[in-house]
């Protein structure tokens, strides 16, 4: 009786391993142990076209013939691997994807193949971005020859293949039909400054508030349109200055001006030139002052024989207007 009740769960288990080892052939090529079912994978890197690498670009392999998609992302480095399975139910071909925010989609076609590595490098095109826009207005009161109107259009654009990819920078002002191409300035800026004059009824008033867009293109045709911008106000009032007025300093003096009551929040500031020939160069600017006094320091008082200086207000768009410029002298 012990033997039988040995030899029975002996003969269970015997049985068991038997069923599973007699397991039927995958001839089904759906079956996923199918032997016409074999593991492919596909590598490679993604990089700009200035060859620095770019991490958590998308990565999709498109299957053409059945709706599937099998996709990954780009490490720190811009390296990728993908893997899939090739089946006959799949077809031979797909398309083969990068997509990266900020950058040019990529795409290849891909051939399928069983047990197939491939390596596939992409190189993406960077699409330039506005970081900032801006459209300030100038009034200059001169003596001569006048009062003087200007308005300046800047922007900084960022593009990671650099300020060597980019074709044109230019504003457009559809309601006044114009378009205004802008010079490169180091530090990826874009500015143009445009006289009153260049504008209809030779005045800025027609420039206010109206809708202006900054659009950029790369050498390769990429276009970026930037949100509309706007010229919001025109300063027409300046400090009158106190002193110095004509007269002699020493190289330490203090620049007074008369103070302003504006509806709008504002700050003063100071330029301070010296004669150069027939021309004045600027040597001393701050824009930031919140009284109707700064102490000004000018180290090398015997460089120019004459100076000039203006009294600035500033508001909280960039806009500026200056007071004319009032002469005065350094004492050696």
Known sequence: ??????????????????????????????????????????????????????????????????????????????????????????????????????????????????????????????????????????????????DLYSAIFVTKITDADGPG??????????????????????????????????????SLEGLIGVDCYFEVISISGLRTLSAPTRLNRIIYDAPEQIEPFEDSVYNSFTCIWHSLNLSYPFTYGVEIYGLSGFSLQSIYRVYTIVDTSINVLINTPEYFPQYFWQAIIMDNFGNICKSNQVLFYIRN
Do not use: W
């Open 1 to 146: 009786m012990v033997k039988a009740k040995l030899f029975i769960p002996a003969l269970i288990l015997f049985l068991v391993l038997v069923i599973l080892d007699c397991e039927p052939e995958h001839d089904n090529p759906y079956d996923p142990k199918s032997p016409h079912l074999s593991y492919s994978q596909i590598i490679g890197r993604v990089m700009t076209k200035v060859g620095n690498p770019i991490s958590n670009t998308q990565i999709a392999l498109d299957f053409i013939d059945i709706t599937k998609v099998i996709s990954t992302e780009s490490d720190s480095n811009g390296n990728y691997i993908i893997e899939y399975y090739y089946s006959f139910d799949q077809g031979d071909s797909a398309i083969f994807k990068a997509v990266k925010s900020g950058y040019a989609d990529n795409q290849k076609p891909l051939a399928l193949g069983y047990k197939k590595t491939d390596t596939v490098n992409f190189t993406l095109d960077a699409i330039p971005q506005f970081e900032t826009e801006s459209i300030i207005s100038i009034h200059e009161q001169l003596l001569f020859p006048g």
């Open 165 to 202: 990819d980019i074709e044109s920078v230019y504003v457009l002002i559809s309601s006044l039909g114009d378009t205004i191409d802008l010079d490169y300035y180091p530090g990826s800026i874009y500015r143009k400054t445009m006289p009153a004059e260049s504008f209809p009824s030779a």
